[in-house]
T-cell receptor
Framework: GAVVSQHPSWVICKSGTSVKIECRSL??????MFWYRQFPKQSLMLMAT?????????EQGVEKDKFLINHASLTLSTLTVTSAHPEDSSFYIC??????????????FGPGTRLTVL | GQSLEQPSEVTAVEGAIVQINCTYQ??????LSWYQQHDGGAPTFLSY????GLEETGRFSSFLSRSDSYGYLLLQELQMKDSASYFC??????????FGAGTRLFVKA
């Protein structure tokens, strides 16, 4: 099956710093990538949708200047949390879909990145 | 608005059958997916229904009724490892996926 990786798997940072999270599709071309945030025991909340080579589409209430998304290639998308604060501490998960996944709309999820802001 | 409703918790015993229901109200609908998530892990895809009816994949089956905006996930021959959270998710335009709040399944011996 299709594999999506994320790096780092966890990160601890000081308040006010920026953190970059990478999402890679390892064995397929991801035409669309999604970024989610999940707080403990809650659902996945879609933050933004990114298509390769174009600007990301952010969900209502998500600050585009705080959560910078770049989808520079068909295998890589990055999420940068700028000036992180403790309330940004969460589990960030990316997913990807390619042309093959569109047969059943399957999204392939990365393992997630746990961000803790002190 | 967009909303998905599913029970918050279900408890069942090993070997039993459990059904997790999902009703939805969304603007735009292409299909209903189900995902499993163990604590600390990422969601894994279980099934997708684009058309009305039942889809079967091993011990798991999923059903959709578009006219009723309703679907369910059926898990048979429950095993302890099935203890996890199960999310229904609606696929809307642009492959955007809206997730339900999740159902925590506890399987007891």
């Amino acid at each position: 099956g299709a594999v999506v990786s994320q790096h780092p798997s966890w990160v601890i940072c000081k308040s006010g710093t920026s953190v970059k999270i990478e999402c890679r599709s390892l064995d397929f071309q991801a035409t669309t990538m999604f970024w989610y945030r999940q707080f403990p025991k809650q659902s996945l909340m879609l933050m933004a949708t990114s298509n390769e080579g174009s600007k990301a589409t952010y969900e209502q209430g998500v600050e585009k200047d705080k959560f910078l998304i770049n989808h520079a290639s068909l295998t890589l998308s990055t999420l940068t949390v700028t000036s992180a604060h403790p309330e940004d501490s969460s589990f960030y998960i990316c997913s990807a879909t390619g042309t093959s996944g569109r047969v059943n709309n399957e999204q392939f999820f990365g393992p997630g990145t746990r961000l803790t802001v002190l | 608005g967009q909303s998905l409703e599913q029970p918050s918790e279900v408890t069942a015993v090993e070997g039993a059958i459990v059904q997790i229901n999902c009703t939805y109200q969304t603007s735009g609908f292409y299909g209903l997916s189900w995902y499993q998530q163990h604590d600390g892990g990422a969601p894994t895809f279980l099934s997708y229904n684009g058309l009305d009816g039942l889809e079967e994949t091993g011990r798991f089956s999923s059903f959709l009724s578009r006219s009723d905006s309703y679907g369910y996930l059926l898990l048979q021959e429950l095993q302890m490892k099935d203890s996890a959270s199960y999310f229904c998710a609606v696929i809307t335009g642009g492959f955007k996926t809206i997730f339900g709040a999740g159902t925590r399944l506890f399987v007891k011996a």
